[in-house]
Nanobody, 121 residues
Framework: QVQLVESGGGLVQAGGSLRLSCAAS????????MGWYRQAPGKQRELVAS???????NLADSVKGRFTISRDNAKKTVYLQMNSLKPEDTAVYYC???????????????WGQGIQVTVSS
């Protein structure tokens, strides 16, 4: 099993900043991609940002220039630094990780439980 635990969400005023963290644990051989998705009420879950094991990043157009994704491979942790937050960034943010388990080299795709980010105007 692979577990993802998120932290760092909360309530912030527009223009403020938050930093989300997500730590992976369990029977992991290698994590290839880690990322953050979000889901606002009444909307579909969407990709916010992702990062490969080599550091290649992909950010949604709506967050480019405001959000930064990074990861610490040794700690199996991914971070999302969110600056200049807007009310439309309000959503539940989910951590995602894909990779290979150390059990029979099985692949995995795991999700965190989700963490609320609320941006007030």
């Amino acid at each position: 099993q692979v577990q993802l635990v998120e932290s760092g969400g909360g309530l912030v005023q527009a223009g403020g900043s938050l930093r989300l963290s997500c730590a992976a644990s369990g029977s992991i051989l290698r994590i290839t991609v880690m990322g953050w998705y979000r889901q606002a009420p009444g909307k579909q879950r969407e990709l916010v940002a992702s990062i490969s094991s080599g550091g290649r990043t992909n950010l949604a157009d709506s967050v480019k220039g405001r959000f930064t994704i990074s990861r610490d491979n040794a700690k199996k942790t991914v971070y999302l630094q969110m600056n200049s937050l807007k009310p439309e960034d309000t959503a539940v943010y989910y951590c995602n990780a894909e990779g290979v388990r150390d059990v029979a080299y099985m692949t995995f795709k795991s999700w965190g439980q989700g963490i609320q980010v609320t941006v007030s105007s």
